[in-house]
Nanobody, 125 residues
Framework: QLQLVESGGGLVQPGGSLRLSCQAS????????IGWFRQAPGKEREGVSC???????NYADSVKGRFTISRDNAENTAYLQMNSLKPEDTAIYYC???????????????????WGQGTQVTVSS
């Protein structure tokens, strides 16, 4: 059974950091591009970042320079390091496995076939 499980969310003050993890089971993460998405209350889902199987990375302009996506194929896990967090980063964060090895049309999320259940990130003082 293909499954993705996110962890690492929580409450953090503005300017703080969090690292999200995306643990895969039932398939080999190394064979797919992995994306991170977020959805805030009342807003549409937003593509945050994507990493190809060859570790080429893509970022939304809103997080560029603050967030870093990575993957550890030996651990079958992807990560999202989030620094300099802002209140507008508050959302549920989801990881997803692309149908391909590269991040084709990644920001829409349409080409991602498996999704995690999400982890809440709240940035507030």
């Amino acid at each position: 059974q293909l499954q993705l499980v996110e962890s690492g969310g929580g409450l953090v003050q503005p300017g703080g950091s969090l690292r999200l993890s995306c643990q895969a089971s039932g398939f080999t993460l190394a064979n797919y591009a992995i994306g991170w998405f977020r959805q805030a209350p009342g807003k549409e889902r937003e593509g945050v970042s994507c990493i190809s199987s060859g570790s080429f990375t893509n970022y939304a302009d809103s997080v560029k320079g603050r967030f870093t996506i990575s993957r550890d194929n030996a651990e079958n896990t992807a990560y999202l390091q989030m620094n300099s967090l802002k209140p507008e980063d508050t959302a549920i964060y989801y990881c997803a496995a692309h149908r391909l090895r590269w991040c084709r049309s990644w920001s829409s999320g349409a080409d991602f076939g498996s999704w995690g259940q999400g982890t809440q990130v709240t940035v507030s003082s």
